[in-house]
């Protein structure tokens, strides 16, 4: 892929899978542009009257145990902080008033899920703004535009049909999950594959039953 191209990331810090995808992307292309877009994936899941997958508790198992093994697979560092889900609230609005920059937010993700501390507490929040040289704290992340930006990024991921994390918007067109990365790679190195016949037909098919 020699042009430049953009894509949107959207993320919340509550989701292993997010930081295991973060840690790949040094295999994406050079010339692509990756935006971080932080997401409230608790207000997406309730928009569309989704459980979240740690709400179901055998769901919450395997996860946990699925996302160890990707890790052990692919060679990222993985601890699990005390407790799971976290309200990432304070993290995600952090990321909003540090910039939003991939290294702040590779910063935070690794704060949680590589070296497995507590981000929800107010000491976990207290520890992870110094770990950060945030100096300012819990007091400034409380801030009208910063929360303003958190729900923007959040409404734009619901109109673009955002449906969990990790998400890539490219062009219109989404990829969710870590395991999709290869399948992102592939439709970056080869934009012509989604318009071949045979997926153009299984992106269409009609549905065949509704539960009532």
């Known amino acids: 892929m020699s042009a430049s191209r953009t894509a949107e990331w959207f993320f919340d810090f509550v989701s292993p899978f997010a930081y295991l995808q973060l840690e790949q992307f040094d295999s994406l292309p050079p010339t692509l542009e990756v935006v971080p877009r932080p997401v409230v994936l608790g207000a997406i899941l309730s928009h569309l009257g989704q459980k979240g997958p740690a709400e179901i508790e055998a769901k919450r198992v395997f996860t946990y145990r699925h996302v160890l093994f990707r890790a052990q697979a692919l060679g990222i560092a993985l601890r699990m902080p005390p407790a799971h889900p976290f309200n990432p609230i304070g993290p995600l609005r952090l990321a909003v008033a540090l910039g939003g920059s991939l290294e702040v937010v590779r910063r935070i993700f690794r704060h949680i899920w590589r070296d497995g501390n507590d981000v929800a507490s ?91």
């Open 122 to 212: 107010p000491e976990g929040f207290a520890a992870l703004c110094k770990a950060l040289d945030y100096g300012a704290g819990a007091a400034d992340i409380q801030a009208q535009p910063v929360k303003d930006a958190l729900r923007r990024h959040t409404d734009r991921a619901i109109e673009l049909g955002v449906f969990g994390v990790p998400t890539f918007n490219l062009d219109g067109e989404l990829f969710w999950g870590e395991d999709a990365t290869g399948l992102f790679r592939h439709c970056l190195e080869s934009p012509g594959w989604l318009e071949d016949p045979e997926v153009r037909r299984v992106s269409r098919l009609p549905v065949g039953v509704r539960r009532a």
